[in-house]
């Protein structure tokens, strides 16, 4: 069966810091791979996504970056962190093909709090 | 704005009573997708609805797809303590190429004990 983990669960980072959550899928390959924002009571903002290894498409200009350096391996990266990219952030997959395409499939989330 | 739309933001009611939450798009969709979403956790899927469907079931759910009036209906019924937490409808846009999902902005319920 397939399996998505993300860390760390919890973080509080000062403004100016650098930012590192990854996300590594299991059981499955060649997945879609995403990175979403969820503010306090909002719903989701996709931030980007990844058809393969080192594509990466960008929804929201912002000082955020992603990276895909393994098959099932998404990296969201900040060099300098804001006071607004506090959050709560979420990896998900999905398949590529099937009649399930499109359905994702949630880590437990990443809240980040800049101070 | 792509984003889909969902009503009411917030609904509560008793347990045992039926919940129905409605969700609105914008475009033309390959399907629509229900998650579920408990305080501070990740999205869990629900059910998913093609294009050609109409009428789904799952357990205590039932979701409706009408693609004329471009909306979605989500009920649970006998609603249970244990189902307060947001809802999300979702859908996937039918040129998309990408996988990628256009989301609502919830609907928050509270069953009461």
């Known amino acids: 069966s397939q399996t998505i983990h993300q860390w760390p669960a919890t973080l509080v980072q000062p403004v100016g810091s650098p930012l590192s959550l990854e996300c590594t899928v299991e059981?499955?390959?060649?997945?879609?791979l995403y990175w979403y924002r969820q503010a306090a009571g909002r719903g989701l903002q996709l931030l980007f996504y990844s058809v393969g290894i080192g594509q990466i498409s960008s929804e929201v200009p912002q000082n955020l970056s992603a990276s895909r350096p393994q098959d099932r391996q998404f990296i969201l990266s900040s060099k300098k962190l804001l006071l607004s990219d506090s959050g709560f952030y979420l990896c998900a997959w999905s398949r590529v093909n099937g009649q399930r395409r499109g359905e994702l499939f949630f880590g437990e989330g990443s809240r980040l709090t800049v101070l | 704005s792509q984003q889909g739309e969902e009503d009411p933001q917030a609904l509560s009611i008793q347990e045992g009573e039926n919940a129905t939450m409605n969700c609105s798009y914008k475009?033309?969709?390959?399907?629509l997708q229900w998650y579920r979403q408990n305080s501070g956790r990740g999205l869990v899927h629900l059910i998913l609805?093609?294009?050609?469907?109409r009428e789904k079931h799952s357990g205590r759910l039932r979701v409706t797809l009408d693609t004329s009036k471009k909306s979605s209906s989500l009920l649970i019924t006998a609603s249970r303590a244990a189902d307060t937490a947001s809802y999300f409808c979702a859908y996937l846009g039918r040129s998309s190429n990408t996988g990628k999902l256009i989301f609502g902005q919830g609907t928050t319920l509270q069953v009461k004990p």
């Open positions: 609805i093609r294009s050609n469907e």
């Open positions: 059981g499955t390959s060649n997945p879609n």
């Open positions: 475009t033309s969709i390959n399907n």
